[in-house]
């Protein structure tokens, strides 16, 4: 699309959405490229409002050409029954599981997904399943995905069915969580320190995590006080 748009004006801002419209279709559906079906399917969800064309598109784009982030959107969608498709954790959790395989940009928050509802029983017959839940949470957790790590610091806390307590590992994820900015999981980790719960005390580390975990609570109310201002 050639030449400047002057977004003052309305009509010209019509015409340059309505081409990107165009644009994205083209690219989708003759061109057969998944970046482009995923662009149609914002451009329908963010400019046009029509969440159940968007849908369509982003069903399309899972089945057809199993990208990542359409995969992860069209699961969510599924979370909540938007756009028309059936509110459905199953589905939900097959298209997170084929986006989390993907490799792509949305597959460590759709592994993640998949451990939740694996973790909590929504799926799978509705029985819990720590054991495969942690090996998703694993997965995205060693791609450096903090809310992963802390979940496993809770499972090895706690210990589940096939899964036994150890403090070491909970620890362990704990402290890496903590080195991503997760603020309860520097705390859980100070106070392991600080009570010797299951590892040797150790004062001086604790109150370096706590202050870490305070130091993020702050950083965190700043931001939160930002975007409320804006």
């Given at each position: 699309m050639a030449g400047v748009v002057d977004f003052k004006d309305e009509e010209e801002v019509k015409e340059f959405l309505d081409n990107?419209?165009?644009?994205?279709?083209?690219?989708?559906?003759k061109e057969k490229d998944s970046d482009g079906c995923h662009r149609l399917a914002e451009y329908l969800e963010t400019i046009k409002k029509d969440?159940?064309?968007?849908?369509?598109?982003?069903?399309?784009?899972?089945?057809e050409f199993g990208l990542s982030e359409s995969c992860y959107k069209?699961?969510?969608?599924?979370?909540?029954?938007?756009?028309g498709v059936p509110l459905d954790l199953q589905a939900a959790y097959n298209c997170?599981?084929?986006?989390?395989?993907s490799g792509g940009k949305k597959s460590l928050d759709s592994c993640h997904n998949?451990?939740?509802?694996l973790h909590d029983g929504h799926v799978n017959d509705k029985k819990p399943d720590p054991v495969a839940a942690r090996n998703y949470?694993?997965?995205?957790?060693?791609?450096?995905?903090?809310?992963?790590?802390?979940?496993?610091s809770t499972m090895y806390?706690?210990?589940?069915?096939?899964?036994?307590?150890?403090?070491?590992?909970?620890?362990?994820?704990?402290?890496?969580?903590?080195?991503?900015?997760?603020?309860?999981?520097?705390?859980?980790?100070?106070?392991?320190?600080?009570l010797g719960d299951g590892v040797s005390k150790d004062n001086a580390k604790a109150e370096t995590?706590?202050?870490?975990?305070?130091?993020?609570?702050?950083?965190?109310?700043?931001?939160e006080q930002i975007s409320f201002g804006e």
């Open positions: 990107l419209g165009v644009e994205y279709s083209y690219a989708c559906y969440f159940v064309a968007t849908a369509k598109v982003l069903k399309k784009n899972c089945e069209l699961g969510s969608y599924h979370i909540t029954g938007k756009g997170y599981l084929k986006s989390c395989n998949v451990g939740l509802l949470y694993q997965k995205a957790c060693e791609g450096k995905f903090s809310a992963s790590c802390f979940n496993l806390l706690q210990g589940a069915p096939g899964l036994p307590k150890d403090m070491n590992k909970a620890l362990h994820y704990s402290e890496k969580a903590c080195d991503m900015g997760h603020i309860w999981a520097c705390a859980n980790a100070s106070r392991m320190y600080k995590l706590k202050n870490r975990a305070k130091e993020l609570h702050r950083k965190q109310k700043e931001v």
